[in-house]
């Protein structure tokens, strides 16, 4: 290989074009980029998507022989940059289930999909350990703060990634934790102690590492003062990506990193000094995903720093040998001739999938109903329920409302929330209704608002579901129970109605309907 199909090699470009078109094949055949990572301003169709990938695949083979890692954001919740059918869940959802192989078998699912339109690297899971009660840059796409969870489920999710022949990116290394601040937006310090980084936001990265060498890991742009005393931002740090997570942890893998045009990191350098700098910290692989103008200049910088020996030839081989090993394993996925087609209409989904996320939905609601016991007092008793025949469900999701009716088999009043439907008038529209249990779900600051302004005689006979943020409702007293589910789901309704009675039972409220 030239030096200038080499330094291709360490590049993950982005652009905004949503096919190849003449200015991206001249751009591809200038600078041979390895790597391309798409987003949603690539995407219009699953045909499309499909169609881009394959075109990408064989403009990258002609100009340098060698096939690309072709990458996208597929976390699932929020972070789901591609149509699927019922929508998947978030981290959080998933880490509540407390269930390694429904991790896996969604890393497994979300590996095919992935396959089916042509990508070979997923930008997930991400790994860091954060309190889904505090307001945090990484919120609902943590799997929670338990780090031995996080590590557990987070493994789980790549080892499915892995058997779809899908390279996981676990991020963000060494760990964002719960803080606020956004590295999109400004420079960032995480201010743990070695101690506290050790115990809790190190702890899944090493479990990772035992996952071999067909992975990558994304840096973070947080600087870290207790693992590097010169205060650089992790993604241009010795101590951390080679010193830490090489020597110490002996991670075999790809170390890329986060966008190098995000704030936190264009406010310390330029695109083109930020590359050379991360490559030469510990990176293997560079990630640019704005201008071609900015990427060039990068590729250039690159170029001239190997010519002159600023980068020596053989550390650069050291990084090509393992994209090379990566590609390889990526490049040997066949799809199964037997396997029908994943896309259905305009979305991607199969009967497997859907099971495994009813499943997780059903797995969330069973921990939600383990018997809880307050500080000092015993683990409370499973109880009689009183006769209920009428309920009142108040939603701001017909599906919510359609499903629980559909499995209640009770009588049902329904109340479709609106924006401007406040507190009074969801009690007095209770009162009227004359329904001694009423439950309301919540997915955004007004329905949370809602319930959290009821008073706390209204608040007895309230049955709480959260499928929004668990910053919504952070404390639970007063109402007569909070399901944390955390998970939007189409059938969200119809398990709360088929598990009302072990719901109530369960409640740790002394409030008993009558």
């Not at 949603?40 to 695949?57: E, H």
């Not at 994304?218 to 600087?223: E, K, P, Q, R």
Request: hydrophobic content about 40%; proline content about 6%; overall charge positive.
């Amino acid at each position: 290989m030239t030096v200038d199909e080499k330094v291709g090699q360490l590049f993950i470009v982005g652009f905004p074009q949503k096919t190849v078109t003449s200015d991206l094949e001249k751009f591809i055949a200038t600078y041979k980029p390895g790597s391309f990572l798409l987003f949603k301003r690539n995407i219009v169709s699953l045909s499309q998507i499909s169609d881009l990938n394959t075109a990408l695949y064989r403009t990258s083979f002609k100009y340098s022989k060698l096939p690309p890692l072709i990458s996208i954001d597929q976390e699932g919740g929020s972070v789901s940059r591609l149509p699927i059918t019922p929508a998947p869940p978030n981290a959080l959802a998933i880490g509540q289930t407390q269930s390694p192989l429904l991790a896996e078998e969604m890393g497994y699912q979300t590996g095919l999909f992935l396959r089916e339109v042509g990508f070979n690297m997923n930008l997930a899971p991400v790994l860091d350990v954060a309190d889904p009660l505090v307001s945090s840059f990484i919120g609902v796409r943590s799997f929670g703060a338990d780090p031995d969870i996080v590590s557990e489920l987070g493994v789980a999710y790549s080892k499915g990634l892995l058997k779809a022949r899908v390279i996981p990116t676990a991020k963000h290394f060494p760990g964002t934790g719960n803080l606020k601040a956004d590295p999109h937006v400004s420079v960032v310090l995480n201010n743990s102690s070695l101690e506290d980084l050790k115990r809790t936001d190190l702890k899944p990265f090493m479990a990772y590492t035992q996952l071999g060498e067909n992975i990558a890991l994304m840096l973070s742009h947080l600087i870290y003062p207790a693992l590097d005393p010169a205060r650089e931002p992790a993604s241009f740090s010795k101590p951390i990506s080679h010193d830490l997570l090489r020597s110490e942890m002996k991670y075999r893998g790809l170390v890329i990193t986060d966008d190098l045009q995000m704030q936190g990191s264009r406010q310390l350098l330029r695109p083109e000094a930020a590359a050379l700098k991360a490559l030469l910290s510990g990176a293997d692989m560079v990630m640019l995903t704005w201008s071609f103008a900015d990427q060039g200049k990068a590729f250039e910088f690159v170029r001239k720093a190997v010519e002159t020996g600023e980068m020596k030839e053989s550390y650069l081989n050291e990084k090509l040998q393992r994209i090379l090993t990566v590609k390889a394993y990526a490049n040997l996925y066949r799809k199964n001739p037997s396997q029908p087609s994943l896309t259905q209409g305009l979305t991607l989904t199969s009967k497997d999938y859907s099971e495994v996320e009813a499943n997780i939905l059903a797995q969330n609601l069973r921990t939600n109903l383990l018997p809880r016991s307050l500080p000092g007092k015993e683990t409370p008793q499973k109880r009689k329920v009183a006769s209920l025949k009428k309920v009142c469900v108040l939603a701001p999701s017909n599906l919510f409302i359609q499903s629980f009716k559909k499995a209640s088999g009770r009588m049902v009043s329904a109340k479709y929330l609106t924006g401007d439907f406040d507190r009074e008038s969801a009690a007095t529209w209770i009162k009227t209704s004359k329904c001694p249990l009423s439950v309301i779900a919540i997915t955004g600051p007004k329905t949370a608002g809602l319930v959290k302004r009821l008073n706390s005689v209204e608040k007895k006979s309230v049955i709480v579901v959260n499928l929004g943020a668990p910053k919504l409702l952070s404390s639970e007293k007063g109402y007569l129970r909070v399901l944390q589910l955390y998970f939007n789901h189409q059938d969200s309704g119809q398990r709360v109605a088929e598990h009302l009675d072990d719901i109530l039972a369960s409640s740790s409220n002394s409030y008993v309907l009558r």
